[in-house]
């Protein structure tokens, strides 16, 4: 399905051809403006059968979009590894309702409890489902290759600190996307509310349709389970 996004041109069969003024990928609603009308139009993707601009129908029931960035980041963290980036870290808690998701993206050292946070480097539900671009000058939909174009240009000199070796981090994050790419994504963000400790990586969907995710478990980051021990009060961390 091609990226469905503000200003993206479409057509609709009694309207004509319009650009989308705002979207939302959990919904399926948006708003458009047809020609010069003042005023937008509120359309559902489901059932008001609107086209992109070439006549390609948008099946948002049969080919829903993305509803959260994280098969793409993976991606894109994958590629730059292979190329010697290998001290960047994908912080990852989505939610599987959609809504309530985080992405943290940072350079070594390798300390999830303290991440370095640069400007642009993070992003949440909130903004993608209105707008899903990451905010790097990146357009909707841009694959792995372009996402990482797109975030040189953006902070060259952030990129260039995770330059460097991290051989056992680089090994299991490649072992994690060619089980999960490109339909599911992991998340970090166990909280002790949610019980205990699960012995596996918590893997969900990223668009509806796809179906929970039944294959073999998936290990922890390295050094993740020495991180935390569990008391029957409170979650500390290890001295």
Request: charged fraction near 20%; include cysteine; charge should be positive.
């Amino acid at each position: 399905m091609k990226p469905v996004a503000p200003g993206t041109v479409i057509f609709h069969r009694y309207r004509g051809y319009g650009v989308i003024v705002s979207v939302n990928l959990l919904t399926g609603w948006i708003s458009a403006r047809f020609g010069d009308e003042g005023r937008t139009l509120d359309l559902n993707l489901s059932s008001d059968q609107v086209q992109h601009a070439d006549g390609e129908p948008i099946l948002f029931r049969s080919a829903p979009p993305d509803r959260m960035p994280h098969a793409r980041l993976m991606a894109m963290v994958r590629e730059l590894h292979r190329a010697g980036y290998q001290r960047l870290y994908l912080y990852s808690w989505p939610k599987p309702s959609g809504l309530h998701w985080r992405w943290h993206l940072f350079t070594g050292p390798r300390n999830w409890m303290q991440r370095s946070w640069r400007e642009g480097w993070y992003g949440s539900g909130a903004d993608y489902n209105l707008n899903p671009m990451m905010g790097w000058g990146d357009a909707p939909g841009a694959s792995p290759v372009e996402l990482t174009s797109a975030l040189a240009k953006f902070d060259p000199a952030g990129l260039a600190r995770a330059l460097g070796r991290d051989e056992d981090h680089s090994a299991w994050f490649e072992q994690v996307c060619d089980v999960l790419l490109p339909d599911y994504a992991f998340s970090l963000g166990w909280d002790r509310r949610d019980g205990p400790h699960p012995e596996g990586l918590p893997v969900m969907p990223v668009r509806r349709g796809v179906p929970e995710y039944n294959g073999p478990l998936l290990p922890w980051p390295p050094g993740w389970t020495r991180l935390w021990r569990y008391t029957k009060t409170d979650l500390v961390l290890k001295a």
